[in-house]
């Protein structure tokens, strides 16, 4: 049985920055009791507790594991630099927010791995817990080390360092590991145990075991990764839980006492999107899309409110306008509330003046600033991403916006993208203009702030096989853009540092092998990696060069569709055959309409997993062109063609016949 | 219809701060449904109107905040439930003690109360030292100090805000760390509000604090300079609870 840290940590805490972030005492925290029958998890966000304390995954695994009489399950979040410090001082180890209980003492430390960034952050608290950072070299005694999360669709770059890896959603799966922990904390852990129970893991659908697997190469390449016993699965599939309704967690919403980001209710409204953005990784592994019952919806929201007191709910999905009979459950909510204030937030608004009406709806007061993500410059580049949004949608919700009373733009776009030339770049310029200028029909300062990104490719997506921009390039172009909107009256530019970009390349489509540069970077302190005072460029380069890893091949280089790719054994349930069409259709400029409301393109996630898209209305929502490229009217029907998908006419020199070398830049 | 109310700040959440505070009652009083008026405008916010901050790590007995409540939701309100009813909503350690109805014409708490007393407790140091720093700093007829403010330098006597310093003796530690000694102390609040730490950082030799708790803010009658009392019962019209 362990001690509480409490009166140890106590009298550090007058000398750090924010105390408060280290006390747990949330409303909705939980005190479990532990013993001996009973599976403890460590449940681990590995970046400051502001960033990660409202994290949803988290939070729902919480309340899941803690209903089991089996389980039980606490909370950590990275010590900030100043405690980290003290605790090393004062031989202190990690420890739980909730009974301030060793890391240590837990059976398993489950991390959530939301950016690739946090992966040093990952092994400081590994290391910070008293556990061995590598896989192999820890004991039978020691904690199972987990992580689950959008990151772990790769996690090849930290398979060295974790026991097992979740694919896809956590809720029924968590209980299955926790079944097979009990009963090898049963046994006592007997010496060479942790491996059995590691092999039976690896049988669990949805858990990936990267001990279990022998990586094999052909000079630079990987030439095949394979089981290294006959009952471990060749291909790991994700996990997909068929029906939202059965799920409705978080039920009590921890509110924290302290300051953190997004501190509001959430409520998940659906998971899964199938606008088919190729750039989005998360659209494409949480397919297919499951819709949350409207009646249900309400209540998590009238419930919720009442519970935690919170004046403001967030109404999340990767598109929540798209969720059926949205402007239903946004009335209700509104005039639930009665004279109590509360305000709704939608925190991905879709790009069209019916949208906008919604946000009005919501917003009576408070209209600030409204934001939005056409994502590219160009209407050709927009269909070689699959935004399928055109200029007159994105000028009728700045319109519509500007005239209801909104004074501030945000347009989130990003650059690097396939293809992309000079002109599709300084059409960024071009629409924040127009924007600015539609504004100043409204107000007399109108302003528009455009934020621009570098794109990173990710796995599973179509875009996984495209060379990915150069800083010096991702520079220039951001160069080109600060040059051309210089005089534009009433625009700012933002932008994201493109070094950062590419040290979340680099760790996005790794290998095996950056497991060395990971802990290169992470032993010369390189932790908290996502914020830019801590973010070290030259310590990631530094240790690149110093395990013979080559920045060009892993980040720069275009792959080919023979190249056995780091994840190819895990599967998010889309073909490879598909995501490679759709990189082809890609490059000829062809839109892929949503398959919620055309026919099936046979990505794979519904067919391979037995379960269909669940929305409450198969008929797009109104407004907008919705992808057709046509604008229709509110409650119109998108014309379905059926019959063969669309192709590219292809003449000698059309776009087909594009070399896929050489794309960009 | 305004309400007063006195709470407590014990254990772990004395590490929230005095904003942090502000929001946890923000959310504790909607939870418990109680009809609070909002500003008007186009961000309308509660009318909650907090005493003299509670430094971060400080712990109190007496901390107090006035509530302004929508007239025409009220009725029904038992002024005795209200209490227990906010506690339950608050987080461990902080407690709701007592609550009155005052008149919406009452002085401001930052503008009523006049002197705190303070329990503080230092460490590593043994009684005699603390008891010649504290007979020191009584027998001494200023206490000057130089702090920077809005990048000038300022020199302030601190010796007339301490209206009453005296060292109750060496105390139990229950957790490790060498001798604690506790010290009573009675700081003015008013021109300004004299904060323990400056305080300890004054005397000779300098003491550091290791835990304090506010006992109580006192307000002085406005006939009789020398009677003083709790802002509650300064500004009571009906008390309710433990005074």
Redesign the interface.
């Known amino acids: 049985m362990s001690v509480s840290l409490?009166?140890?940590l106590?009298?550090l805490?007058?000398q750090v920055q924010k105390?408060?972030r280290?006390?747990?005492?949330?409303?909705g925290a939980q005190t479990p009791a532990h013993g001996d029958g009973v599976v403890s998890w460590l449940l681990t966000y590995p970046d400051a507790y502001e960033i990660g304390l409202p994290n949803q995954g988290l939070q729902i695994l919480y309340e899941i594991i803690n209903e089991r009489d089996d389980a039980a399950a606490e909370r950590a979040y990275c010590p900030w630099t100043d405690l980290e410090a003290l605790l090393k001082r004062e031989q202190i180890p990690l420890f739980s927010v909730d009974t301030h209980r060793p890391a240590g003492a837990f059976d398993v430390i489950a991390f959530n791995l939301s950016a690739e960034l946090t992966y040093t952050n990952l092994l400081n608290c590994i290391d910070l817990a008293g556990v061995p950072i590598h896989s192999v070299s820890r004991a039978d005694s020691d904690p199972l080390i987990g992580v689950g999360g959008h990151c772990t669709y790769n996690p090849e770059p930290i398979a060295d360092f974790v026991d097992f890896v979740v694919l896809g959603d956590g809720e029924e799966v968590v209980g299955e590991i926790t079944e097979l922990v009990r009963e090898w904390k049963g046994t006592g852990r007997s010496d060479g145990s942790r491996r059995a129970l590691l092999r039976e893991l690896s049988k669990v659908a949805g858990v990936y075991v990267p001990s279990m697997y022998r990586v094999t190469y052909d000079g630079a390449f990987i030439a095949e990764v394979t089981p290294r016993h006959a009952d471990v699965p060749a291909t790991v599939e994700k996990r997909t839980v068929a029906d939202l309704a059965k799920w409705p967690y978080p039920k009590q919403q921890l509110?924290p006492?302290?300051?953190v980001v997004h501190d509001r209710l959430s409520v998940e409204v659906f998971r899964g999107c199938t606008r088919g953005c190729r750039f989005c990784q998360a659209g494409m592994i949480t397919r297919p899309v499951r819709e949350r019952p409207a009646e249900q919806v309400r209540t998590m929201i009238s419930d919720g409110l009442?519970?935690?007191?919170?004046?403001e709910v967030a109404l999340t999905s990767l598109s929540t306008a798209d969720f059926s009979g949205i402007q239903q459950v946004i009335g209700e909510t509104i005039s639930d509330a009665g004279?109590?204030?509360v305000s709704v937030a939608l925190p991905s608004l879709r790009v069209d003046a019916f949208t906008v009406g919604i946000a009005a709806e919501i917003q009576r007061?408070?209209r600030t600033g409204l934001t939005f993500a056409p994502e590219a410059g160009s209407w050709r580049m927009r269909q070689v991403i699959n935004k399928l949004i055109r200029e007159e949608d994105l000028y009728g919700a700045v319109e519509s916006a500007y005239s209801q009373g909104w004074r501030r733009m945000k347009l989130y776009f990003l650059t690097g993208l396939p293809t992309e030339t000079d002109e599709d770049t300084l059409g960024i310029a071009e629409l924040a203009r127009n924007c600015a200028a539609l504004g100043r029909r409204h107000h007399s300062s109108p302003s528009v702030t455009v934020s621009v990104g570098g794109f990173v490719p990710k796995p599973f997506t179509p875009f996984q096989w495209f060379g990915q921009n150069t800083v010096v390039e991702l520079s220039r172009k951001i160069g080109l853009l600060r040059e051309d909107l210089r005089y534009s009256k009433g625009v700012q530019l933002k932008w994201h540092d493109p070094k950062a970009t590419l040290a979340e390349g680099i760790a996005s489509r790794g290998d095996r092998r950056l497991g060395s540069v990971i802990e290169y970077v992470w032993r010369k302190g390189g932790t908290f990696q996502e914020w830019s005072e801590h973010f070290n460029y030259d310590l990631w380069l530094e240790a690149m060069a110093a395990s013979g890893c080559d920045v060009d091949w892993y980040v720069h280089r275009h792959r080919t569709d023979d190249e056995v790719l780091p994840w190819d054994h895990l599967s998010a349930g889309l073909h490879k055959d598909f995501l490679w069409q759709d990189w082809r259709d890609s490059l000829n400029e062809l839109g892929l309409e949503d398959c919620r409301w055309t026919p099936c393109y046979d990505c794979g996630a519904c067919t391979g997993y037995g379960i269909e898209h669940v929305v409450a209305s198969a008929s797009p929502p109104a407004g907008g062109s919705q992808g057709t490229g046509v604008d229709l009217s509110r409650g119109g029907a998108v014309p379905v063609v059926l019959g063969e998908r669309p192709r590219a006419a292809s003449s000698g020199d059309g776009p087909q016949s594009r070399p896929l070398v050489g794309v960009g830049s | 219809m305004r309400i007063r109310i006195r709470f407590t700040k014990h254990g772990k959440v004395r590490f929230t701060s005095h904003r942090d505070v502000a929001r946890i009652f923000q959310r504790a009083l909607r939870r418990a449904g109680l009809p609070v008026a909002y500003s008007q405008g186009f961000s309308p916010r509660p009318k909650i109107a907090f005493g003299l901050a509670l430094s971060t790590g400080h712990e109190s007995e007496a901390e107090y905040l006035d509530i302004d409540l929508d007239p025409e939701r009220t009725a029904g309100l038992e002024m005795g439930d209200l209490p227990a009813r906010l506690s339950n909503e608050l987080p461990e350690g902080m407690a709701v003690t007592a609550a009155v109805i005052i008149d919406r014409r009452t002085v401001s708490l930052q503008q009523a109360v006049t002197s705190c007393t303070w329990q503080i407790d230092v460490v590593d140091v043994d009684a005699n030292t603390v008891a010649g720093a504290v007979a020191r700093a009584l027998a001494a007829e200023s206490l000057v100090v130089t702090r920077e403010r809005k990048g000038r330098e300022v020199t302030d006597d601190l010796r007339p805000g301490v209206l009453s310093l005296d060292v109750e003796g060496p105390v139990e530690a229950e957790e490790h760390g060498g001798s604690r000694v506790r010290l009573l102390a009675e700081l003015a609040t008013q021109p300004r509000a004299l904060r323990v730490s400056e305080l300890l950082g004054a005397l000779d030799p300098p003491l550091v604090e290791h835990r304090v708790l506010r006992l109580h803010q006192w307000t002085t009658n406005e006939t009789d300079a020398r009677q003083r009392s709790s802002p509650l019962h300064a500004a009571a019209s009906a008390l309710v609870g433990a005074t």
């Open positions: 409490w009166p140890r106590e009298n805490l007058p105390p408060a280290y006390i747990g005492c949330e409303q509110v006492l302290t300051e009442a519970r935690t007191g919170y004046d004279c109590d204030q007061a408070r």
